[in-house]
């Protein structure tokens, strides 16, 4: 959501990103903590074995993230594309559908992160949800956040399947947001202000 031709432009947007989902599917199936999503039991801590930690795993999340937001930036800012085999992204930003490959070098852990996303990306049932919230962030929503000061440069929102509700900011505009499933009995609205005001404090 944003106003064409306006002065002050500012940048707001949600989605169910399968890579931001998967990233977050492959916590819970370890078992690995990293807050704030601490909400799910003890997994296979096979990741772990080769090397997957609380580090580790929030800078790919994070990676994950940066590349999809390049991609909705460029449409928002009407950045030139150019072509690359199967998809079309903006230079420089990294190939946003290479979820294994934002983890960083090739390794065992790298290789086995790969073959799971093969495999769940093969699944029909791998978003349980539409990438939409239960409650709409309309006009109004996007009219406070615009006006706020100070503020965040954009404001892009990733859901997740997750347990509980979780918010994990990623500067400078991002959040990731843990979504239970069902979900009537949430308030995104004032989840999606806690993670603004994360954002604001992190700047």
């Not at 230079?91 to 769940?120: C, F, H, K």
Request: glycine share 8%.
């Amino acid at each position: 959501m944003f106003r064409l031709g306006d002065p002050d432009p500012w940048h707001l947007s949600t989605d169910n990103d399968v890579g931001v989902n998967f990233v977050v599917s492959c916590l819970i199936k370890d078992g690995l903590q990293v807050a704030p999503f601490t909400d799910h039991p003890a997994g296979d801590g096979q990741l772990e074995a080769l090397g997957l930690n609380e580090k580790i795993w929030r800078d790919w999340l994070h990676e994950v993230v940066r590349r999809r937001v390049a991609v909705e930036q460029a449409f928002a800012a009407g950045v030139s594309w150019f072509p690359i085999p199967h998809l079309r992204m903006p230079r420089g930003s990294g190939n946003p559908m290479d979820v294994p490959g934002a983890l960083g070098p090739d390794g065992p852990l790298r290789a086995a992160i790969a073959q799971r996303w093969t495999a769940w990306r093969s699944r029909p049932d791998r978003l349980s949800a539409p990438g939409e919230m239960p409650e709409a962030l309309g006009p109004g929503l996007y009219n406070e956040f615009r006006s706020s000061r100070p503020r965040p440069p954009y404001l892009s929102v990733h859901l997740a399947d997750y347990p509980s509700v979780a918010v994990e900011p990623v500067p400078p505009g991002s959040l990731v947001v843990g979504r239970p499933v069902p979900t009537d009995d949430v308030s995104y609205a004032s989840v999606i202000r806690r993670g603004f005001a994360l954002l604001v404090h992190a700047r």
